[in-house]
């Protein structure tokens, strides 16, 4: 059973930087997409970065620039730095993974991580 566990969330003001981090276990993919998506409240679902088995990584416009994702192979975690935050970033983030190869690993394709975590909260205040 696929568990990813988020965390490192929590409140800052803007032009700050937090570290999400995001344990995966049970996950033995060889070729995959792990990514970061976020949910704010009464908006939708939005891709935020995600990185594939190789190391290729995609941003959403919203945040190129100033978020990096980075995955650590050994420690089955992933991780996304964020930077210069503004309070539009305020949202629950999720990580989560594929089960569809890696194939179309995109931001904007964040729908095909089918397996994500609880998430952990992200408050920006201006």
């Known amino acids: 059973e696929v568990q990813l566990v988020e965390s490192g969330g929590g409140s800052v003001q803007a032009g700050g930087t937090l570290r999400l981090s995001c344990k995966v276990s049970?996950?033995?993919?060889?070729?995959?997409?792990m990514g970061w998506f976020r949910q704010a409240p009464g908006k939708e679902r939005e891709g935020v970065a995600v990185?594939?088995?190789?190391?290729?990584?995609n941003y959403a416009d919203s945040v190129k620039g100033r978020f990096i994702i980075s995955q650590d192979k050994a420690k089955n975690a992933l991780y996304l730095q964020m930077n210069s935050l503004k309070p539009e970033d305020t949202a629950m983030y999720y990580c989560?993974?594929?089960?569809?190869?890696?194939?179309?690993?995109?931001?904007?394709?964040?729908?095909?991580?089918?397996?994500w975590g609880k998430g952990t909260q992200v408050s920006i205040s201006s």
């Open positions: 989560g993974v594929d089960h569809g190869g890696g194939r179309y690993c995109q931001a904007n394709n964040y729908f095909l991580l089918t397996s």
């Open positions: 049970g996950y033995t993919n060889i070729n995959y997409c």
């Open positions: 990185i594939d088995s190789s190391g290729r990584t």
